[in-house]
T-cell receptor
Framework: TQLLEQSPQFLSIQEGENLTVYCNSS?????LQWYRQEPGEGPVLLVTVVTGGEVKKLKRLTFQFGDARKDSSLHITAAQPGDTGLYLCAGIYGGSQGNLIFGKGTKLSVKP | DTGVSQDPRHKITKRGQNVTFRCDPI?????LYWYRQTLGQGPEFLTY????????KSRLLSDRFSAERPKGSFSTLEIQRTEQGDSAMYLC???????????FGQGTRLTVV
């Protein structure tokens, strides 16, 4: 059983569309991080959220941490081909000894 | 400092051979992590160090896997008697402490033939 469930697993959209990616768990996380990974490269940190209900914006990307700190979402406005990649959520929870536990990721393809 | 550095970027080895990967973390970071990522999956935690102490190694995939961080700086991950199932991307990350942001290297892609 995956501790962090990400959905959808795959997403293919046209340039200019909006999208939302979800990250859900039954565990409470003390912090949650979103990464973007391109093929053959390591994950690149986008944002960290730590407070329930927290919303952070990074240009066209909006990240939200659920009130109960069990879920998070990533919303991209007016997606561009450069947004293509694997989006990973990763969290630290009570049983992880400070180590990040990852979801399987959402593979996003934005077509021009 | 240019971030977390991993070497080599790619490694092709024959089944049964030993391989060693190196990770140089961000210089002031005292935590160092190793992850493995297979195709279509998120990174899977293997082990971590706090300075030179290896505080968790039960997640290492088998006794063929071992990691060291002799002086609390760079780390090595060794796989002995490689198997085809070991083919994966091996990722290293570092952080300043517990529950702080982790930064990843570019990974080492291992192919066992």
């Amino acid at each position: 059983t995956q501790l962090l469930e990400q959905s959808p697993q795959f997403l293919s959209i046209q340039e200019g569309e909006n999208l939302t990616v979800y990250c859900n768990s039954s565990s409470v996380f003390s912090s949650l991080q979103w990464y973007r990974q391109e093929p053959g490269e390591g994950p690149v940190l986008l944002v960290t959220v730590v407070t329930g209900g927290e919303v952070k914006k990074l240009k066209r990307l909006t990240f939200q941490f659920g009130d109960a700190r069990k879920d998070s979402s990533l919303h991209i406005t007016a997606a561009q081909p450069g947004d293509t990649g694997l989006y990973l959520c990763a969290g630290i929870y009570g049983g992880s000894q400070g180590n990040l536990i990852f979801g399987k990721g959402t593979k996003l393809s934005v077509k021009p | 400092d240019t971030g977390v550095s991993q070497d080599p970027r790619h490694k092709i080895t024959k089944r049964g051979q030993n391989v060693t990967f190196r990770c140089d973390p961000i210089s002031e970071h005292n935590r160092l992590y190793w992850y493995r990522q297979t195709l279509g999956q998120g990174p899977e935690f293997l082990t971590y160090f706090q300075n030179e102490a290896q505080l968790e190694k039960s997640r290492l995939l088998s006794d063929r896997f071992s990691a060291e961080r002799p002086k609390g700086s760079f780390s090595t991950l060794e796989i002995q008697r490689t198997e085809q199932g070991d083919s994966a991307m091996y990722l290293c990350a570092s952080s300043l402490g517990v529950q702080t942001e982790a930064f990843f290297g570019q990974g080492t892609r291992l192919t066992v033939v």
